[in-house]
Structure formats: C-alpha cells, structure tokens
C-alpha cells in the first residue's frame, strides 16, 4: 500500500472528561496516515481515484471542533471512521495529540495512535 500522510492538523475542541475542557476547550493536533494504492489516480492524473487530502483535512478539522466526547481514544475512533469513507482508503493510521491535557507534572505531549481498516 502506499501512503499519504497529513501532520499536524489542528483544530480547538471541547474534548475531555472534566467540566473546565468542556467549558474552555483546547487545541488537539492529528497526524493521519491513509494507506491506498495511488497508481488508478497516477497512471490517469486523476484526483477521483485516490483520496483529496484537502477534502480530508477539512474532515478531520470539523470532526475535532464538533460534538465533545471524553476520551480522546473516541475522537480518534470517529476520525478514523470518517477516513474510511473515501473509496481509496483502504487502511488509515490516527494520532490525536493533546498538549494541553489537564497532568499535573511536566510533559511534552499525550496521544493516542489507533490502525484501522476495512472490514
């Protein structure tokens, strides 16, 4: 399979288990990896036979800033699903950051990679 990969998108959502992310909400930043084969879109030039990374983005983005749910496990789930809508993609690869997680130690980044495929 080949791959195309999105980093970094980023949206404000109100995702989490305590009141103050519902209220305030916070930054949570995807990484995808859809797997399809691209040589139906190479061999012809054409953008209907692989997966519009542009039309995915916006996906993604509207998913993250849309209804709350608490675990970020979810989120990536709901991703994930969205992904698996466009024809071509045949596996895709999730990764929700959450840099602003309510820890109360020192900490760089929490994420949450799930693999999904049809079927």
Do not use: N, W
Request: hydrophobic share 40%.
């Amino acid at each position: 399979m080949d791959r195309v990969t999105l980093r970094g998108l980023r949206a404000r959502g109100h995702h989490g288990v305590f009141e103050r992310e519902r209220i305030e909400g916070q930054t949570f930043v995807v990484d995808l990896v859809l797997h399809l084969d691209t040589r139906p879109a190479a061999s012809g030039d054409d953008l209907s036979r692989t997966a519009h990374y542009g039309v995915v983005a916006e996906q993604v983005t509207a998913i993250i800033a849309g209804e709350p749910v608490d675990l970020i496990e979810t989120l990536a789930q709901r991703i994930a699903d969205q992904c698996l809508t466009h024809e071509a993609v045949q596996e895709v690869e999730v990764t929700v950051h959450k840099p602003d997680a309510p820890i109360t130690v020192p900490f760089d980044d929490v994420t949450v990679t799930i693999h999904r495929g049809r079927g």
